[in-house]
């Protein structure tokens, strides 16, 4: 399973349904949807991650060739920091990213890194470009706000 292959089978399993297949069209979701949030530092402590949240989308541009437009060719899903070191960790599907300095294949945890291990960014290595909620989760229904309006009856003593 490729990286948007699973972000797609997660969020099909949850109930989203517009989601697209490859890693180009779902940022081009969040993007229409007003979601994304570009990141241009490589410092984890960037005051541009300071709205990532756990659930989130990540993306890259670089991790392949590509000729389509845009060059997003891959994402990720923020899972937060662990509570025993505090790093950020993300959950996806690749082949080469690492987990505690490990590398993992396949659909696994991954460490959240903005810069690739080697020092600096350069022409045709990976790039993070930003992050987006999901478009459409935890969207309050009409009826929602309906019920969140009455007031609950009061029940009788007895």
Same mark, same amino acid.
């Given at each position: *399973? ?8 997660v969020l099909r399993k949850n109930? !989203?349904?517009? !989601? ?19 990141? /241009?530092?490589?410092? +984890?402590?960037?005051?541009? /991650?300071?709205?990532l949240k756990p659930g989130d989308? +990540? ?19 923020? /899972? ?9 960790? *993300? ?19 991954f460490d959240f890194k903005t ?21 459409? /989760? ?21």
């Amino acid at each position: *399973m490729d990286c948007s292959g699973f972000i797609y089978y997660v969020l099909r399993k949850n109930g !989203i349904e517009d !989601i697209s297949r490859s890693a180009s069209e779902q940022y081009v979701w969040v993007r229409k949807a007003g979601n994304f949030r570009a990141v /241009l530092s490589r410092d +984890l402590d960037s005051f541009e /991650l300071d709205e990532l949240k756990p659930g989130d989308l +990540l993306f890259w541009t670089g991790t392949y060739k590509v000729e389509h437009d845009p060059p997003v060719t891959h994402t990720m899903i923020y /899972l937060g920091t662990k509570k025993e070191t505090g790093k950020p960790v *993300m959950v996806g599907s690749s082949d080469g990213r690492t987990y505690e300095g490990k590398q993992q294949f396949g659909v696994s945890v991954f460490d959240f890194k903005t810069t690739p291990a080697k020092s600096g960014v350069s022409e045709g290595q990976p790039r993070f470009v930003g992050y987006a909620k999901i478009p459409g /989760l935890g969207k309050k229904t009409p009826n929602d706000e309906e019920r969140a309006k009455e007031k609950p009856t009061p029940s009788p003593n007895r």
